[in-house]
């Protein structure tokens, strides 16, 4: 019996062809070694950081914890599709202006988590932020600036409504 080890991923509004030796490669690997999407991070490999977080089917996912071969089929969206053509989100932005960024090495899995949060709850408290921020690991800014972006944010687009 032949086992097939070529499929396709649809990441970002777009089919990508995968060549695999092995079909164990997790999403992550495959993301940034075998089809140079660069913006999910590699970090702890264990589902602890947040750094490799995709959104599978809109569910946030720690690219690290999943099978690349498990997600044919699905609609993956990484940093880089969040926002058309290379433009920023307003969450991208607000992170930016509130110097939510420093390093930048852990932003692109805080702009998931934050757009995973405020797609579920447009006006969340200060404990839901941090409990939505608490799977993101960030050795540089402390989080004060990011939960402030946060809040920005929820104000700006209230405003906007």
């Not at 993301?31 to 702890?44: D, M, Q, S």
């Not at 699905?74 to 939510?100: R, S």
Request: glycine share 10%.
């Amino acid at each position: 019996m032949k086992i097939e080890r070529n499929y396709t991923l649809h990441i970002n509004g777009k089919d990508h062809p995968v060549e695999s030796d092995w079909l164990g490669e997790n999403l992550l690997y495959v993301l940034r070694e075998k089809l140079g999407i660069w913006g999910t991070k590699n970090a702890c490999e264990q589902g602890e950081c947040g750094s490799c977080s995709v959104f599978i089917n809109g569910v946030m996912t720690c690219s690290c914890m999943e099978l690349s071969a498990s997600a044919v089929g699905t609609k993956i969206t990484t940093v880089e599709g969040l926002a058309p053509h290379g433009e920023l989100t307003d969450v991208q932005e607000e992170m930016l202006n509130a110097g939510a960024v420093q390093c930048g090495f852990c932003t692109p899995g805080l702009v998931v988590a934050v757009t995973d949060l405020l797609e579920t709850n447009s006006t969340p408290s200060r404990l839901e932020v941090k409990e939505a921020l608490a799977g993101n690991l960030c050795r540089c800014t402390g989080y004060g600036r990011i939960e402030d972006a946060v809040f920005r944010i929820s104000e700006k687009r209230a405003r906007e409504q």
